[in-house]
Structures are given as structure tokens and as C-alpha cells.
């Protein structure tokens, strides 16, 4: 099956700096690769999704790569603020009838004001 | 905006006694998920229904693990007996299809077995 490792597991940045978390994948016929964000006691909740046939996505202060050859998938946050504390969570899926999601390990990522 | 739904938020109970949780996902969704976290972790995917029918329960400890969605709109997972090692939040989400759809998840049942 489908194993996604996730790095780093912690990442502590001064607010305003950028933040990079990395994930790497092993099949390689998954081709859905959503990002979450979950909240100290709150639901995961999307933040940004991208598909094998595009290689950058970007919304804002945050973009996701996907490089397909290496089979790796990298979240940015660029201008970080305190409110983007959180644990974020890696996904690949293989988006076929079942679309089920493998999960990263998550990072624990701390912006200090 | 609709959310997914899930009760209990929190229950504590002792090994071997029988839990239940459950879920209703967003109106017209008709794939449902299971998913459990243990503290520190990613999600980890248990069941999935497609309307009433289960998609995939390879991960499903079905010795003691249940998951029914009998109209194909709400469903339960239940567990019994509980051991300690299955103290963990339990996450339901839904998504509107079954193939590169959104999902979307509830604030899960944070389940403490004693």
C-alpha cells in the first residue's frame, strides 16, 4: 500500500519568515495530494489540494510543488503569522473509486510573534 | 456552512465494555470515512462507505470493530470490547463523490478506555 513520510515532525519560525514541509510518497500511481491543517482540538480542514497533472499550486501566502519523477510533494507558507500554528498533515491518494487518503505523520509547525 | 456531525465528543470508558460513535456527514454526500489518530499522528483510514455499501474495511479490526451506515446517509462505528490500546480520536468525514472530492471531517470522538 501507500506509505507517506512527512518532514519535519516540528518546525518553529519567527512570524514573517517562510515555512517548508515536505512529503514523500511511494506509489506512484497516487495522483491526489491535499494538505490539512488541524487546530489544537479542532476538525483537519483542507488548506490546498493538488493534482499529478499540474507541478505548482498556489493560493495566497500558501503554495504547494509536487515533483512526480521524485515522488515528493512540498507545502509553502510564505509571510507566516501566529495564527498559522498548527499541526499540518500531508495526503496522497490514488483519486480512483475509493480515493482513500494516506496520511503523513504531521508537522507541528510554531510561529513566534 | 454544513459540517459533518459526530457524538459523542468525548467518552471514557473501561476495557472490555462495548462504545459507540456516531456520525452524520454533510447532506448529499455520499461517501462516508472512518478514520482513527492516535495522539501525535496522522489519521488512519478504517472503513469507507459508498451510500450503504462498505468501499474498503482492510484496516477494520473486525474482531471487535462494526461500522454500519444502514440508509447511507448517518453511521456508527462501535467497538467491543474496547482494549486500551483503541483510546484515540475517532474521525468521520465525508466527501459529495467517490473520486477526487474534497473531504470533509468532523471534531471527532476523543475516546479514553481505562
Known amino acids: 500500500g501507500e506509505n507517506v513520510e512527512q518532514h519535519p515532525s516540528t518546525l518553529s519560525v519567527q512570524e514573517g519568515d517562510s515555512a517548508v514541509i515536505k512529503c514523500t510518497y511511494s506509489?506512484?500511481?497516487?495522483?491526489?495530494f491535499p494538505w490539512y491543517k488541524q487546530e489544537l482540538g479542532k476538525r483537519p480542514q483542507l488548506i490546498i489540494d493538488?493534482?499529478?497533472?499540474?507541478g505548482e499550486k498556489k493560493d495566497q501566502r500558501i503554495a504547494v510543488t509536487l515533483n512526480k519523477t521524485a515522488k515528493h510533494f512540498s507545502l509553502h507558507i510564505t509571510e507566516t503569522q501566529p495564527e498559522d500554528s498548527a499541526v499540518y498533515f500531508c495526503?496522497?491518494?490514488?483519486?480512483?473509486?475509493?480515493?482513500?487518503?494516506?496520511f503523513g505523520g504531521g508537522t507541528r509547525l510554531m510561529v513566534k510573534p | 456552512e454544513a459540517e459533518v456531525a459526530q457524538s459523542p465528543r468525548y467518552k471514557i470508558t473501561e476495557k472490555s465494555q462495548a462504545v459507540a460513535f456516531w456520525c452524520d456527514p454533510i447532506s448529499g454526500h455520499a461517501t462516508l470515512y472512518w478514520y482513527r489518530q492516535i495522539l501525535g499522528q496522522g489519521p488512519e483510514l478504517l472503513v469507507q462507505f459508498q451510500d450503504e455499501s462498505v468501499v474498503d474495511d482492510s484496516q477494520l479490526p473486525k474482531d471487535r470493530f462494526s461500522a454500519e451506515r444502514l440508509k447511507g446517509v448517518d453511521s456508527t462505528l462501535k467497538i467491543q470490547p474496547a482494549e486500551l490500546g483503541d483510546s484515540a480520536m475517532y474521525l468521520c468525514?465525508?466527501?459529495f463523490g467517490q473520486g477526487v472530492d474534497t473531504q470533509y471531517f468532523g471534531p471527532g470522538t476523543r475516546l479514553t478506555v481505562l
Open positions: 493538488i493534482r499529478s497533472n499540474v
Open positions: 495526503a496522497a491518494s490514488m483519486g480512483n473509486a475509493g480515493n482513500m487518503l494516506t
Open positions: 506509489d506512484s500511481a497516487s495522483n491526489y
Open positions: 468525514a465525508s466527501s
